[in-house]
């Protein structure tokens, strides 16, 4: 008896051996972390439980019956973050690259329907040289599944990408079904067709961290969220993350003690906004001001810098956060920062994390190049999410919130529970400039006359009060107390129950 | 004698308010002039009223004349003080003041003429019997008249702007040519910051210390010193810490430089607080150097230890009280010493950095627990703004102790408890020259910050036993953050995450400089026993600490082996970054596993910028002064970027050939942005 229990032993530490020493150690050498090691930090130590240890590939083509590895390239199962479930697969780029076979597939297959059944997150560790070759077709279907679950669980459970390594081809479109994706400085890459295909193909010449890493990913494409400077500090964000997180569409938001009066005053938010209208200052201060104990997790931190998008808690509560960014643009919205805002927004109203909207924006970002980009459609997105979102949204106009763009940020009329304004804000149409050349033009020669429109026009319309006296705007509160002021709205919000007309789907514009 | 009812305050900042505070005390009304960067500023808001006077730049608003008294005609002041700087030193001031029956809080003008010109005030000096330093007093017309009287005195000479100060307007020439560049820059920066260009040569004393008298006068003929200063520690003429009294100084040197003072304050009937500022060599032979007939900057050292209130007296003599007490009764008692702190990032050689104080949190004043003293002047508030337009002070912190070991200490935990964000200051160059032996000696020269960094401040000195304590103190809180973490919501009841006592800490100053010790936690709540093993041939020691630490603080207050430790945090990916004694660490805090695995992670060296010429602070560029394709050579001048009113030539710090430059005259850049690439 006692022989076969040592024989499980023995077969879980050949299975846990990976590729063998000499790939651990090359894995290793390139600074990556091997997949159960990866998964030993992302999850609670000793609450990782293995799935499908043995499974070995069918494949008999090109000598392959020869090779078996037990676990067949990819670690899946399930553990916990913080004692919250969460189900997990790794790839494992010691066992033939990490390449993907027809069981590889099943394996990470099997644990993704767990995890929508169960209502777990799913985090996939991806670390893949793409298909595996050998098995022609059935490594393309088993991609196909995968994507398929993915499209299945969006928006039923929170799923998260990690690129730790390669992922290439076919590879690349299930991290980009999920709602998140994360990559590791130097040692990962994403793309469709790689460095040597282009330069056959198309004469370009450009490497693969050019064409495909972290700073390409997360600055000119935005397929990336975020990029850690190595496995370690990729994994402990990924534990950060999650904590903001709900499990699954029906969870609600995770609760936690917090360090923070929910009513703590900050005089120094009265002087944010410059005297000057034309100066910035930066929205991420007034975001760490009001936020429990100053946590913010950003979300696509070096895209479309002009919006910034990420999480926060307020009373120990996850808030999804939208704020334009004067440093930027001028804070203005131009296509990039709408797909981004807008993909953020619906990813809270998927998981009922409430909004928090923060508003300074003169305006869209005018130009040919916006235009024959597409902004109108790309600022419908925006605009769409955010009356399509059913969960609380608080906003608060900190100062410009002008034109089409005021229409956008989470406006009273897109359904907003409650809507602040700083004295500071102006709400208007547009700049006093803009609107005097409009409004009297036969006086643009008149350099006087002109200056008295602006003033008369600035007197009017660049206040809140406006906006106030028609209820666009339910209360005009004081800087310092704005994070008094949010976090018994969202207290207030906390039971709102909101839905919207049965459909099938909706048609955002994509 | 007329009692003063009503001060106008011509200056700004923490002068202005200090001025107040003192005034409020005597139930005097205070009225504050602003510019309109200052409209909001913290002396603005003290004063009982305030009188806006232009726009930002001093010489359109602080110091126009005209301005300041069409403020007190509509404020209905009676009395003005100035402060120091702006008009504090102009006698026409204090003339036109009489004109209006306005009481002038400050020496008569005579005293301001005669001291307020160096060419004028040395002669004084010399006819009172004071020694003085060897040097040329006429005025210099151009830079060759500059280098033939150098070469008469002998090199080294000290350059100067004749209506300088504060260090502005002064150059330290070794030779020919550097008297001629000196010679140039001190006249612009006069020309700029004095609206006078008139410049001076003397002979630079070497290994000099710079201490100065403290000197009170009434209007009856009175005058009494209130012992020295200690100034030596100066960053290019401008001071940086003082004390009072000076380490090196004895009672009979003391007594003469004393006497001395009083002696020129008397031959120019001296009637206010003002400064007898000399050059003291190894042999205790001093010189008088010049003689400040305003408050000081510096003027809370000699408050701290001899109980006098400098406004307080000057106010009094002002309006024509007598003093009240005499030489006899000067005490000095205990030791005081003041940290200016600079919005300069010492890592970035002390340039200026400008903005928004994001945080602003200094520490309690009041008597701390060691029976120390912390006194905080300022003119600063937590969202308020380090204005481009001013000298860049944000604070003084003071401290007095019963003597100088426990002056020290007490700004060493002061600086520790000092918070600021937002803009780059030199906090944690003061705490390295706190901990510098040189200095703790009391061995200090004017030079001693250019002899002990003399290729800048690259971060203070480690010390293990406080990386140890800091690594111990890091350990609890991570445990403290990750036992929060494992109570969110939602986790699976009774599968609650276990957390292991036993933490691993990388304590990491730079890619070099790593530190790895065990911490194994002991006790539940309250005090802990924390068992530090640091990695290496040391035994493990034990370590009692106690925090009430909680997420989210950013000073940890802790208790170490019974004793305070504090420093500053801010949380980062797998632990915090620490700021203690003016050094920065990066800790990760991991599980025993985790660390072993996280030695695996490569070294990534940062990139090198040693090809760019980057902007080191946020500046326009008034000059370029080579062209694309050029061959430079090694300290080459190649461009001047203007900031906070001072010109900063940047040089080339190897030879090279300009590839390319990306900025013109006239641009305005941010810290770090590219001028010019080299090949």
Redesign the interface.
């Given at each position: 008896m006692q022989d076969i229990l040592d024989q499980l032993e023995a077969r879980r530490a050949e299975a846990r051996k990976g590729g063998g020493d000499k790939r651990i150690d090359s894995q290793?050498a390139k600074?990556k972390?091997t997949a159960r090691?990866r998964l030993?930090?992302l999850l609670?130590?000793?609450?990782f439980e293995e799935f499908d240890m043995f499974v070995k590939h069918r494949s008999t083509d090109f000598g392959m019956d020869e090779k078996h590895f037990p676990g067949d390239g990819v670690v899946t199962g399930w553990g916990?973050i913080?004692?919250?479930?969460t189900f997990v697969y790794a790839q494992d780029f010691t066992v033939f690259g990490g390449s993907l076979s027809e069981t590889h597939a099943q394996k990470i297959c099997k644990v993704q329907r767990m995890a929508l059944k169960q209502g777990a997150p799913i985090i996939g560790l991806n670390d893949s040289g793409g298909a595996r070759i050998q098995e022609g077709v059935a490594a393309l279907a088993g991609y196909t599944d995968v994507f398929q679950n993915n499209i299945i669980a969006s928006g039923v459970i929170p799923q998260i990408s990690v690129i730790m390594g390669p992922s290439a081809g076919g590879a690349v479109y299930s991290p980009a079904l999920t709602d998140f994706i994360f990559m590791v400085r130097?040692s990962s890459y994403m793309f469709l067709t790689g460095p040597d295909v282009l330069k056959t193909v198309t004469n370009e010449i450009v490497t693969a961290e050019e064409l495909g890493g972290a700073k390409t990913h997360t600055t000119k494409s935005s397929v990336a969220d975020g990029a850690?400077?190595?496995?370690?500090?990729a994994l402990?964000?990924i534990r950060?993350l999650f904590?903001f997180l709900?499990?699954n569409n029906r969870?609600g938001v995770?609760?936690?003690?917090?360090?923070?009066k929910h009513d703590r005053i900050d005089?120094?938010?009265?002087?944010?906004v410059p005297?000057n209208p034309n100066l910035p200052?930066?929205m991420k201060?007034l975001i760490a001001k009001i936020a429990?104990?100053?946590?913010f997790y950003e979300i696509q931190a070096d895209f479309a810098k002009n919006i910034l998008t990420g999480f926060i808690r307020m009373e120990g509560q996850t808030i999804g956060v939208v704020g334009n960014q004067p440093m930027v643009l001028a804070g203005c919205i131009d296509s990039d920062a709408s797909r981004k805002a807008a993909r953020f927004v619906r990813f809270c109203d998927c998981f009922n994390i409430p909004l928090l909207t923060l508003v300074d924006v003169p305006g869209f970002l005018p130009g040919t190049a916006q235009e024959f980009g597409g902004v109108i459609k790309h600022g419908a997105k925006l605009l769409y999410a955010y009356g399509e979102a059913t969960v609380p949204k608080v906003t608060v106009i900190t100062r410009k919130a002008y034109g089409g763009a005021y229409c956008v940020m989470s406006p009273k009329h897109l359904g907003g529970d409650i809507n602040y304004a700083w004295p500071t804000a102006q709400i208007a149409v547009m700049g006093a400039k803009g609107a005097v050349e409009i409004l009297h033009r036969k006086d643009l020669g008149d350099a006087e006359k002109t200056a008295e429109h602006i003033a008369d026009y600035e007197e009017k319309f660049l206040s809140p009060f406006r906006a106030a006296e028609r209820g666009y705007i339910d209360e005009v509160i004081q800087p310092r107390s704005t994070r008094k002021r949010v976090t018994r709205a969202f207290a207030l919000l906390k039971d709102k129950n909101l839905s919207n007309p049965w459909k099938k789907h909706s048609n955002l514009p994509l | 004698m007329t009692k003063i009812k009503k001060i106008l305050i011509a200056n700004r900042g923490e002068i202005a308010c200090r001025v107040i505070k003192t005034a409020r005390n005597m139930g005097i009304e205070t009225v504050a002039v602003y510019s309109d960067a200052d409209k909001h500023a913290l002396h603005v808001e003290m004063a009982d009223e305030a009188v806006h006077i232009g726009p930002p730049p001093a010489n359109q608003s602080y110091i126009v004349m005209d301005k300041i008294l069409d403020a007190i005609k509509q404020s209905g002041a009676d009395a003005v003080h100035p402060g120091y700087g702006f008009l504090s030193e102009n006698p026409e001031f204090p003339k036109a003041l009489k004109k209006m029956g306005i009481t002038f809080i400050g020496p008569n003008p005579k005293a301001i003429t005669a001291m307020g010109d160096k060419i004028t005030s040395k002669k004084l000096a010399q006819e009172a019997g004071v020694s003085t330093v060897p040097g040329h007093m006429g005025l210099i017309e151009d830079a060759d008249e500059a280098v033939k009287i150098a070469n008469n005195i002998g090199y080294p000479v000290m350059i100067k702007a004749s209506a300088g100060g504060g260090g502005k307007g002064m150059r330290i020439a070794w030779n020919d040519e550097e008297a001629r560049e000196g010679f140039q820059a001190s006249k612009n920066e006069a020309a700029a910051s004095f609206g006078d260009d008139r410049i001076f040569i003397e002979k630079f004393v070497t290994q000099p210390r710079h201490i100065e008298i403290q000197v009170l006068g009434d209007k009856h003929g009175n005058v009494i010193y209130l012992g020295e200063r200690e100034c030596s520690i100066q960053r290019r003429n401008q001071k940086v810490i003082e004390e009072a009294p000076s380490p090196f100084l004895d009672e009979a040197t003391r007594k003469a430089m004393g006497e001395e003072s009083v002696a020129l304050a008397k031959a120019v009937d001296y009637d206010s607080a003002g400064t007898v500022e000399f050059i003291v060599d190894g042999d205790k032979n001093f010189y008088f150097l010049e003689m400040n007939t305003r408050l000081q900057v510096e003027h809370p050292v000699t408050e701290l230890i001899t109980g006098v209130d400098l406004v307080e007296e000057m106010i009094r003599s002002a309006q024509g009280e007598k003093l009240s007490m005499k030489q006899k009764d000067v005490q000095l008692n205990g030791w005081a010493i003041e940290s200016r702190i600079y919005a300069e990032d010492p890592f970035r050689n002390f340039l200026p950095s400008i903005g928004r104080l994001v945080k602003y949190r200094p520490p309690a004043e009041g008597v701390n627990r060691s029976g120390a003293i912390i006194r905080n002047d300022t003119g600063v508030y937590e969202g308020g703004e380090i204005s481009m337009y001013y000298d860049p002070m944000i604070a003084k912190l003071c401290t007095w102790g019963e003597d100088r070991g426990v002056a020290i200490n007490a700004q060493r935990s002061a600086l520790d408890n000092f918070e600021l964000e937002g803009i780059g200051h030199n906090i944690p160059f003061l705490q390295a020259v706190y901990d510098h032996d040189r200095f703790e000696r009391g061995d200090i020269t004017t030079a001693f910050i250019a002899d002990e960094y003399p290729d800048g401040f690259e971060g203070a000195d480690i010390n293990s036993g406080h990386a140890r304590k800091i690594a111990a103190v890091c350990a609890l809180m991570h445990d403290i953050k990750e036992h929060r973490a494992a109570e969110i919501s939602g986790a699976l009841p009774n599968h609650k995450r276990h957390i292991p006592d036993i933490w691993s800490v990388e304590l990491k100053v730079s890619n070099d400089e790593v530190y790895h010790y065990t911490a194994d936690i002991n006790g539940e709540e309250g005090l802990r026993t924390i068992i530090m093993d640091d990695e290496g041939d040391k035994a493990a020691l034990e370590l009692e600490v106690m925090t009430g630490w909680t997420p989210g603080q950013t000073l940890v207050r802790a208790s170490v082996d019974a004793a305070t430790f504090n420093f500053q945090v801010q949380p980062i990916s797998e632990g915090f970054k620490v700021w203690h004694r003016g050094v920065e660490y990066k800790a990760a805090i991991r599980n025993p596993r985790a660390a072993e695995l996280a030695r695996l992670m490569p070294v990534k060296i940062p990139p090198d910028t040693s090809n760019l010429l980057l902007c080191p602070m946020p500046g326009v560029i008034v000059s370029i002064m080579v062209e694309e394709g050029q061959e430079i050579m090694d300290g080459q001048a190649l461009a001047i970027v203007e900031a906070m009113k001072m010109e900063n030539t940047l040089r080339a710090e190897k030879k090279a050939v300009v590839k390319k430059i990306n900025a013109a005259p006239g641009d305005n850049l941010a810290v770090d942005e590219v001028i010019m690439e080299f090949e």
């Amino acid at each position: 008896m006692q022989d076969i229990l040592d024989q499980l032993e023995a077969r879980r530490a050949e299975a846990r051996k990976g590729g063998g020493d000499k790939r651990i150690d090359s894995q290793h050498a390139k600074g990556k972390l091997t997949a159960r090691e990866r998964l030993e930090l992302l999850l609670d130590p000793g609450s990782f439980e293995e799935f499908d240890m043995f499974v070995k590939h069918r494949s008999t083509d090109f000598g392959m019956d020869e090779k078996h590895f037990p676990g067949d390239g990819v670690v899946t199962g399930w553990g916990t973050i913080n004692g919250r479930k969460t189900f997990v697969y790794a790839q494992d780029f010691t066992v033939f690259g990490g390449s993907l076979s027809e069981t590889h597939a099943q394996k990470i297959c099997k644990v993704q329907r767990m995890a929508l059944k169960q209502g777990a997150p799913i985090i996939g560790l991806n670390d893949s040289g793409g298909a595996r070759i050998q098995e022609g077709v059935a490594a393309l279907a088993g991609y196909t599944d995968v994507f398929q679950n993915n499209i299945i669980a969006s928006g039923v459970i929170p799923q998260i990408s990690v690129i730790m390594g390669p992922s290439a081809g076919g590879a690349v479109y299930s991290p980009a079904l999920t709602d998140f994706i994360f990559m590791v400085r130097d040692s990962s890459y994403m793309f469709l067709t790689g460095p040597d295909v282009l330069k056959t193909v198309t004469n370009e010449i450009v490497t693969a961290e050019e064409l495909g890493g972290a700073k390409t990913h997360t600055t000119k494409s935005s397929v990336a969220d975020g990029a850690f400077d190595n496995d370690m500090e990729a994994l402990a964000e990924i534990r950060r993350l999650f904590d903001f997180l709900p499990l699954n569409n029906r969870d609600g938001v995770p609760v936690r003690t917090f360090f923070d009066k929910h009513d703590r005053i900050d005089n120094s938010l009265d002087t944010l906004v410059p005297e000057n209208p034309n100066l910035p200052y930066d929205m991420k201060e007034l975001i760490a001001k009001i936020a429990d104990e100053g946590d913010f997790y950003e979300i696509q931190a070096d895209f479309a810098k002009n919006i910034l998008t990420g999480f926060i808690r307020m009373e120990g509560q996850t808030i999804g956060v939208v704020g334009n960014q004067p440093m930027v643009l001028a804070g203005c919205i131009d296509s990039d920062a709408s797909r981004k805002a807008a993909r953020f927004v619906r990813f809270c109203d998927c998981f009922n994390i409430p909004l928090l909207t923060l508003v300074d924006v003169p305006g869209f970002l005018p130009g040919t190049a916006q235009e024959f980009g597409g902004v109108i459609k790309h600022g419908a997105k925006l605009l769409y999410a955010y009356g399509e979102a059913t969960v609380p949204k608080v906003t608060v106009i900190t100062r410009k919130a002008y034109g089409g763009a005021y229409c956008v940020m989470s406006p009273k009329h897109l359904g907003g529970d409650i809507n602040y304004a700083w004295p500071t804000a102006q709400i208007a149409v547009m700049g006093a400039k803009g609107a005097v050349e409009i409004l009297h033009r036969k006086d643009l020669g008149d350099a006087e006359k002109t200056a008295e429109h602006i003033a008369d026009y600035e007197e009017k319309f660049l206040s809140p009060f406006r906006a106030a006296e028609r209820g666009y705007i339910d209360e005009v509160i004081q800087p310092r107390s704005t994070r008094k002021r949010v976090t018994r709205a969202f207290a207030l919000l906390k039971d709102k129950n909101l839905s919207n007309p049965w459909k099938k789907h909706s048609n955002l514009p994509l | 004698m007329t009692k003063i009812k009503k001060i106008l305050i011509a200056n700004r900042g923490e002068i202005a308010c200090r001025v107040i505070k003192t005034a409020r005390n005597m139930g005097i009304e205070t009225v504050a002039v602003y510019s309109d960067a200052d409209k909001h500023a913290l002396h603005v808001e003290m004063a009982d009223e305030a009188v806006h006077i232009g726009p930002p730049p001093a010489n359109q608003s602080y110091i126009v004349m005209d301005k300041i008294l069409d403020a007190i005609k509509q404020s209905g002041a009676d009395a003005v003080h100035p402060g120091y700087g702006f008009l504090s030193e102009n006698p026409e001031f204090p003339k036109a003041l009489k004109k209006m029956g306005i009481t002038f809080i400050g020496p008569n003008p005579k005293a301001i003429t005669a001291m307020g010109d160096k060419i004028t005030s040395k002669k004084l000096a010399q006819e009172a019997g004071v020694s003085t330093v060897p040097g040329h007093m006429g005025l210099i017309e151009d830079a060759d008249e500059a280098v033939k009287i150098a070469n008469n005195i002998g090199y080294p000479v000290m350059i100067k702007a004749s209506a300088g100060g504060g260090g502005k307007g002064m150059r330290i020439a070794w030779n020919d040519e550097e008297a001629r560049e000196g010679f140039q820059a001190s006249k612009n920066e006069a020309a700029a910051s004095f609206g006078d260009d008139r410049i001076f040569i003397e002979k630079f004393v070497t290994q000099p210390r710079h201490i100065e008298i403290q000197v009170l006068g009434d209007k009856h003929g009175n005058v009494i010193y209130l012992g020295e200063r200690e100034c030596s520690i100066q960053r290019r003429n401008q001071k940086v810490i003082e004390e009072a009294p000076s380490p090196f100084l004895d009672e009979a040197t003391r007594k003469a430089m004393g006497e001395e003072s009083v002696a020129l304050a008397k031959a120019v009937d001296y009637d206010s607080a003002g400064t007898v500022e000399f050059i003291v060599d190894g042999d205790k032979n001093f010189y008088f150097l010049e003689m400040n007939t305003r408050l000081q900057v510096e003027h809370p050292v000699t408050e701290l230890i001899t109980g006098v209130d400098l406004v307080e007296e000057m106010i009094r003599s002002a309006q024509g009280e007598k003093l009240s007490m005499k030489q006899k009764d000067v005490q000095l008692n205990g030791w005081a010493i003041e940290s200016r702190i600079y919005a300069e990032d010492p890592f970035r050689n002390f340039l200026p950095s400008i903005g928004r104080l994001v945080k602003y949190r200094p520490p309690a004043e009041g008597v701390n627990r060691s029976g120390a003293i912390i006194r905080n002047d300022t003119g600063v508030y937590e969202g308020g703004e380090i204005s481009m337009y001013y000298d860049p002070m944000i604070a003084k912190l003071c401290t007095w102790g019963e003597d100088r070991g426990v002056a020290i200490n007490a700004q060493r935990s002061a600086l520790d408890n000092f918070e600021l964000e937002g803009i780059g200051h030199n906090i944690p160059f003061l705490q390295a020259v706190y901990d510098h032996d040189r200095f703790e000696r009391g061995d200090i020269t004017t030079a001693f910050i250019a002899d002990e960094y003399p290729d800048g401040f690259e971060g203070a000195d480690i010390n293990s036993g406080h990386a140890r304590k800091i690594a111990a103190v890091c350990a609890l809180m991570h445990d403290i953050k990750e036992h929060r973490a494992a109570e969110i919501s939602g986790a699976l009841p009774n599968h609650k995450r276990h957390i292991p006592d036993i933490w691993s800490v990388e304590l990491k100053v730079s890619n070099d400089e790593v530190y790895h010790y065990t911490a194994d936690i002991n006790g539940e709540e309250g005090l802990r026993t924390i068992i530090m093993d640091d990695e290496g041939d040391k035994a493990a020691l034990e370590l009692e600490v106690m925090t009430g630490w909680t997420p989210g603080q950013t000073l940890v207050r802790a208790s170490v082996d019974a004793a305070t430790f504090n420093f500053q945090v801010q949380p980062i990916s797998e632990g915090f970054k620490v700021w203690h004694r003016g050094v920065e660490y990066k800790a990760a805090i991991r599980n025993p596993r985790a660390a072993e695995l996280a030695r695996l992670m490569p070294v990534k060296i940062p990139p090198d910028t040693s090809n760019l010429l980057l902007c080191p602070m946020p500046g326009v560029i008034v000059s370029i002064m080579v062209e694309e394709g050029q061959e430079i050579m090694d300290g080459q001048a190649l461009a001047i970027v203007e900031a906070m009113k001072m010109e900063n030539t940047l040089r080339a710090e190897k030879k090279a050939v300009v590839k390319k430059i990306n900025a013109a005259p006239g641009d305005n850049l941010a810290v770090d942005e590219v001028i010019m690439e080299f090949e």
